[in-house]
């Protein structure tokens, strides 16, 4: 989505998950980002005593940040080696996905920054423990800007070198 907002010009740049760059534009890898699929204890047990799999994700809520992410279904497909149709709650905002998913609303895939915490606190528990999902991402900037952003780009890829995992 957006190498869309980088071809219209709404944007010069952008961190995205395409490595193919928009026109005009170039993309240097910048690392990835871990995401683990995580609900609370008590969920998980209400939810998966009889396992993960593609039965028990088939009944069990998820939790999707908006209708445009697909971690979820890239997950359960990596794991099920099939499409599985998941039940779904849309939480729009990434504080409050690990909020509901501690709450127990269901369950989903957390970018493991975010969850940390609460996982290393049991309020959170992996669903399939040594399974996680990483992203790799993209620094994409309109060529006819690189200059203006130069400093932009250091401060990213600074950032990147601290948060993310090498690719």
Known sequence: HTADWLRSGAVLAAVTG???PATG????PIGAMRYVAAASPAFVQRHFAQGVGAGTLAQAPSLVFNNKDEL????VRRLCHRHVELPRHVLP????????????MGWGMHPLALAADALQAGALVALVPESPLDVPLYW????????L???????????????????
């Open 72 to 75: 979820q279904q890239r997950w």
């Open 149 to 167: 952003l130069d400093g932009c780009t250091r401060a990213i890829l600074a950032a990147a070198r601290e948060a993310l995992i090498p690719v």
């Open 18 to 20: 395409t490595a193919r």
């Open 140 to 147: 994409q900037q309109a060529r006819a800007a690189s200059t």
């Open 93 to 104: 905002s990434s504080q409050a996905f690990v909020t509901a998913a501690v709450a127990g």
């Open 25 to 28: 534009a170039n993309s240097s």
